[in-house]
Every structure is written in C-alpha cells, then in structure tokens.
C-alpha cells in the first residue's frame, strides 16, 4: 500500500470575528473520517467542488498537516516524521502554482532539480530526454518561464516534477485553463505512466476519465464515492451546449426550443438528456452558422445530487 488512511479527520480553527481585543473562532471539518487505500500504480481521480478537503487530504498525504484524528501512512510510514525521505520519491504538480523560477529558463530548474535529488549527469540526461520527447518541449527549454503560454509552462511543471523518476505523482488540477490540444496531449502523456502511482484532483470528471481507473468523491470532507470509473460511464448527467453564432436570436430560437443568451453573439441549451444531445447538436451545426461550440456536462454536480438523493449513483 503506497497510502493508507484510517478514519482520518481534519478540523481547523477558523477566526470569525476579530473584536478589539477578543477573537471568536469556529470549527471547520475539512475532513471528516475519511478511510483511503491506495496501492501501487493505482492512477486514482480525486474529485470534489471546492472546499471538499481534496488539498487537505492531500496535505495530509504529503506530511505537511497532521490530522486531528485517525491515522495516515505513505509509503509505510508517518508522513510527518518521514517527509523529507518521502520527498524524494514524491512529484507534485499544481495547476496554479509554480515550482519553476520565473525569470529563468525551465532547464535551470531542471538542473536546480538535478542538485536536489543528486541525480547522476547521465541518468538526468536521459531521464530528461525521454520526457522531452512526450511532452513535446523541446523548442521552449532555453526561453524564459514568464514567456513561456500556459500550456508550455505546465509541461515544463510536468517535467520539473518527475526529473527525479518519483512513484507517487500529485497532480492538482493540472489542466486547468489549458486548451483542449494541450489538454489531450498531457493526458496522453499521463496514460504512459504505467508503473507510477497517480493521485489526479480535478472538478472535471470528465477528465479524470480519461486519466484515472478509480474514481474518489468529496463531499463536505466526506468520501461518498470510492469506485471504478467504470461506475460512472452509464450516468445521465446533463449536457450544456455553448456556441458563438453571428445569426440573430430570432433565427435561432426558431430553431432550437429553451435557447438562452449567455453574452452578444453566444447562446447556451440547458439541462440536454443523453439521448437528445446528438440530435440537438446536428440542428446547431448544419442550420446555424457557428463559430465555436462546446459541449459540456455537469457530472460531478449530477453526481453529488444522486448521492445525496438516494446515498449513491446506482439505479436501485
Ligand atoms: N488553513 C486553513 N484554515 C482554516 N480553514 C481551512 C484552511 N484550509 C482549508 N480550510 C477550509 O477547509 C475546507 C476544505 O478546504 P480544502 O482546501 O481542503 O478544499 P479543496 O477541496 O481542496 O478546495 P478547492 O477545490 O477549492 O481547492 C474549506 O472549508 C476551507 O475553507
């Protein structure tokens, strides 16, 4: 077992008011005894709306916060009392933070990496050149991290992170703000790290799909779905489609029923059932004139509806 979490729970103090001289606090559960296996090459999604306990269960993993209650090994041992050894075989990656220095190139963090985990000249380059190679990063190695896109950057945070050849690789929610090409590729990438465990947060369940063969839900601190992602190929979540046309509302909504404006020139459709989605779509594209459409579906939020309605997701 890489990680094993038994009935942990996390409370934090929380200032609410400051009067003069006194200060009130309250109680947040943050995390409430949540129990967690993960084993060896498990690649596991790690999923909840915001404020669901995924970076305090992840602080937790990592050592830098003790639990209230309960208690959590990683790689077999207190986190806290090991967190420096469990470093080293620990890579993280946060969607909205940095770990590269921003006025320097990526391969200097690289290098600066290559100090840190004394990783040999030889095994570094390699190491290095294979991931390269995935990521498709060549051309950016040598230029400045604030003038690096999004998507450049983030592929640089990927191989910052695994320069060291780490089995458990953190990643929160990588992807955010990236196009669907960038996206894609740095899912495709994610998909060859067979002999790696993963821990993959996201809101986007979709996403984690294509990443992850286990599935975990976070609700208010408590785990309510600990699956396959196999379970979650069946739900009816509604879709949302979203385009950009230069046609009038007039000619549209003539055309498709429930239409709303979202902005000038973009309109949405709401709450789609599975079987509708195809046709809807076939009258957007070949009678509306479009330049952009998207297709989205509210899973997680359909999801956590289901399983505070009837306590899971399956039909009974
Ligand atoms: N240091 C802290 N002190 C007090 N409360 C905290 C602290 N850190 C988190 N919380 C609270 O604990 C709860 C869980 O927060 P946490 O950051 O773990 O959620 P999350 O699922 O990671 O959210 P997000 O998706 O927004 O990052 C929230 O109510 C948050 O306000």
Redesign the pocket.
């Known amino acids: 077992m890489i990680i094993s979490a038994k009935d942990i729970v996390k409370r934090?103090?929380?200032i609410e008011s400051k009067g003069l001289f006194k200060k009130k606090y309250h109680e947040?559960l943050?995390?409430n005894n949540i129990n967690l296996d993960i084993k060896l090459n498990d690649h596991i999604g790690l999923v909840?709306?915001?404020?669901?306990?995924?970076?305090?269960?992840?602080?937790m993993i990592l050592g830098i916060l003790k639990p209230s209650q309960g208690e959590i090994t990683t790689f077999g041992r207190d986190p806290i009392k090991y967190r420096q050894e469990n470093a080293m075989k620990i890579g993280i990656v946060f969607g909205q933070r940095s770990q590269l220095r921003w006025d320097l190139p990526p391969m200097d963090t690289f290098l600066l990496n290559r100090e840190i985990y004394k990783i040999p000249q030889a095994v570094f380059e390699e190491r290095l050149a294979k991931l390269v190679k995935l990521l498709d990063a060549e051309e950016f190695l040598h230029q400045p991290v604030r003038t690096l896109s999004l998507g450049q950057r983030m592929k640089a945070e990927i191989i910052a992170a695994l320069i060291h050849n780490p089995d458990l690789i953190i990643l929160d929610?990588p992807t955010i703000g990236l196009d669907i090409v960038t996206k894609n590729s740095i899912v495709k990438f994610l998909n060859t790290l067979h002999d790696k465990t993963i821990i993959f947060?996201s809101?986007d369940l979709d996403e984690v799909e294509k990443v992850c063969s286990r599935v975990v839900i976070?609700n208010k601190?408590v785990k309510v779905f600990d699956e396959g992602v196999k379970a979650l190929e069946n739900t009816d979540a509604p879709t949302t489609i979203e385009f950009s046309s230069p046609d009038s509302f007039e000619k549209i909504s003539q055309i498709i029923k429930n239409i709303q404006v979202v902005s000038q020139e973009r309109y949405k459709v709401e709450n789609i059932k599975k079987d509708d989605v195809k046709g809807i779509l076939s009258l957007i594209t070949q009678k509306i004139n479009i330049e952009h459409i998207e297709v989205k579906r509210l899973k997680l939020e359909y999801l956590l509806e289901q399983i505070a309605k009837r306590g899971t997701i399956h039909e009974s």
């Open positions: 934090y103090r929380k947040v943050a995390v909840g709306l915001n404020g669901s306990g995924k970076s305090t269960l992840i602080k929610e947060t809101h976070l601190g």
